[in-house]
């Protein structure tokens, strides 16, 4: 069965640090990934996906770049973090065939401080 | 651009009753795809029931089921004899495809659903 991982949990960063965060998904190949982030009480906000190794498609112009070095792996990253970017990210993954369903892992809650 | 839209902020029902969440979206395409998802307080999101819309029959998984109005736009979750695990935040989303590959998720705003003892 697949599993969907993302690493680390829970982060608290100093604004202007830089950030990484990795999502990895077993038992599957080729599949679509996604990065959302959603703020306290709110939505999904897409901010990048991407159908294959080194593509990625941005959503939504800012600070956070993505970037997909193996076919299921997918790192979110920032080179100075602001405290607009404090949230709890979620990484997803589908098969990528029409209708498929977006199957999400556990989150990262981050701090900016 | 599609837009989900969750009229209801928050809702609460009794154990064992019935609840419908409403949802409704905007777009131009005739072949989509529609979800609710719940978010527990544990943040992990699970789906809950998927519609494809050129199907007219209306989803059912166990104690949900969707009211889907393609004309008007709506697609409403009901939850029968309704479990104190049901409290969650619920999402509408809506679903179409980009490029043949990629897949355009929009998400509602959510409405935080309370199961009261």
């Known amino acids: 069965s697949q599993t969907i991982h993302q690493w680390p949990a829970t982060l608290v960063q100093p604004v202007g640090s830089p950030l990484s965060l990795e999502c990895t998904v077993e038992g599957t190949s080729n599949p679509n990934l996604y990065w959302y982030r959603q703020a306290a009480g709110r939505g999904l906000q897409l901010l990048f996906y991407s159908v294959g190794i080194g593509q990625i498609s941005s959503e939504v112009p800012q600070n956070l770049s993505a970037s997909r070095p193996q076919d299921r792996q997918f790192i979110l990253s920032s080179k100075k973090l602001l405290l607009s970017d404090s949230g709890f990210y979620l990484c997803a993954w589908s098969p990528g065939a029409r209708g498929d369903t977006q199957y999400f892992g556990p989150g990262t809650r981050l701090t900016v401080l | 651009a599609q837009t989900v839209t969750q009229s209801q902020p928050e809702m609460s029902v009794q154990e064992a009753e019935t609840v419908t969440l409403s949802c409704t979206y905007d777009t131009s395409e005739n072949n989509y795809y529609l979800f609710w998802y719940k978010q527990p307080p544990s943040r992990q999101m699970i789906l809950v029931i998927r519609?494809?819309?050129?199907?007219?029959q209306n989803a059912t998984e166990n104690r949900f089921s969707v009211n889907f109005q393609k004309a008007a736009k709506s697609f409403s979750l009901k939850i029968s004899d309704s479990q104190l695990g049901d409290t969650a935040m619920y999402f509408c989303a809506f679903m179409k495809m980009v490029d043949n590959y990629g897949q355009n998720f929009v998400f509602g705003p959510g409405t935080r659903l309370s199961v009261l003892p």
């Open positions: 519609q494809e819309a050129y199907k007219q």
